[in-house]
C-alpha cells in the first residue's frame, strides 16, 4: 500500500465548476500538507501548505485537512481553463531524521474546458 | 521556478553513458533535494541534502549519484548503471532546520532525459 493515494484522474470539468481533489494517506505521523500545482513540462509550484485540521482558504482554493480520517482535499472554485495542469498533493513528517522529505501522491491531472 | 535553475532542459544519452544534470540556487536555502517522476506516478526522492558536503539517500538512489561541494550546487549524476533512467528529473530546495515548522519545497524547472 503507497503511503499517498491520489486518484489520478483525468478529470475533466466545464469552466466555473467547483473541482474537489482528494488523497488519503496511511502513516499517522504526517503532520504537513501541501498542495502543488504542476503545469506540463515545468515544475510543482506550491499552492496551498497546512498542518492543522481543518479549512484554508486561499483565493478560489481551499486545502481542507481530516487528521482523523487521513484525507486532505483541495477545492477549486469557479475553475478557469488555466487551472489545467497535474494536481499533487504531498506529505511530510515534523522534524527528526526525515526532515524535509516530502511523500507525494500520484497527482490528478485536471482538465478545465471552456 | 525562483532562483532554482536545471540543466539542460533537455538531455539525451547513449546507453552505457554517464550524464550529469545540474542544479543551481541563489535563495540561500540549506537543503536540496533531488525528485524522478515518471508519467501516472508521483514524484520519487532520488538523494537529498540539509548541508553542505552531506547528503543521504532517498526511496529510488540505485544508479544515482550527487554531490554537495557548494551550497547553491547540487549536480546529479545518472550513472549506466540506472537501467531505466528516461523521466523527468526535478530539483527542489527547502529553506529552514526541522524546527522551522513552515519550512516547504520550491522546485526548479526540471530535466527531461531521454535513453536512446
Known amino acids: 500500500q503507497k503511503e499517498v493515494e491520489q486518484d489520478p484522474g483525468p478529470l475533466s470539468v466545464p469552466e466555473g465548476a467547483i473541482v474537489s481533489l482528494n488523497c488519503t494517506y496511511s502513516n499517522s505521523a504526517f503532520q504537513y500538507f501541501m498542495w502543488y500545482r504542476q503545469y506540463s513540462r515545468k515544475g510543482p509550484e506550491l499552492l496551498m501548505y497546512?498542518?492543522?485540521?481543518g479549512n484554508k482558504e486561499d483565493g478560489r482554493f481551499t486545502a481542507q485537512v481530516d487528521k482523523s480520517s487521513k484525507y486532505i482535499s483541495l477545492f477549486i472554485r469557479d475553475s478557469q481553463p488555466s487551472d489545467s495542469a497535474t494536481y499533487l498533493c504531498?506529505?511530510?513528517?515534523?522534524?527528526?531524521?526525515?526532515?524535509?522529505?516530502?511523500?507525494f501522491g500520484q497527482g490528478t491531472i485536471l482538465t478545465v474546458h471552456p | 521556478d525562483g532562483g532554482i535553475t536545471q540543466s539542460p532542459k533537455y538531455l539525451f544519452r547513449k546507453e552505457g553513458q554517464n550524464v550529469t544534470l545540474s542544479c543551481e540556487q541563489n535563495l540561500n536555502h540549506d537543503a536540496m533535494y533531488w525528485y524522478r517522476q515518471d508519467p501516472g506516478q508521483g514524484l520519487r526522492l532520488i538523494y537529498y541534502?540539509?548541508?553542505?558536503?552531506?547528503?543521504q539517500k532517498g526511496d529510488i538512489a540505485e544508479g544515482y549519484s550527487v554531490s554537495r561541494e557548494k551550497k547553491e550546487s547540487f549536480p546529479l549524476t545518472v550513472t549506466s548503471a540506472q537501467k531505466n533512467p528516461t523521466a523527468f528529473y526535478l530539483c527542489a530546495t527547502s529553506g529552514g532546520r526541522a524546527i522551522t515548522s513552515t519550512d516547504t519545497q520550491y522546485f526548479g524547472p526540471g530535466t527531461r532525459l531521454t535513453v536512446l
Open positions: 504531498a506529505v511530510r513528517v515534523r522534524g527528526g531524521t526525515s526532515y524535509g522529505k516530502l511523500t
Open positions: 541534502s540539509q548541508i553542505v558536503n552531506d547528503f
Open positions: 497546512t498542518y492543522s485540521s
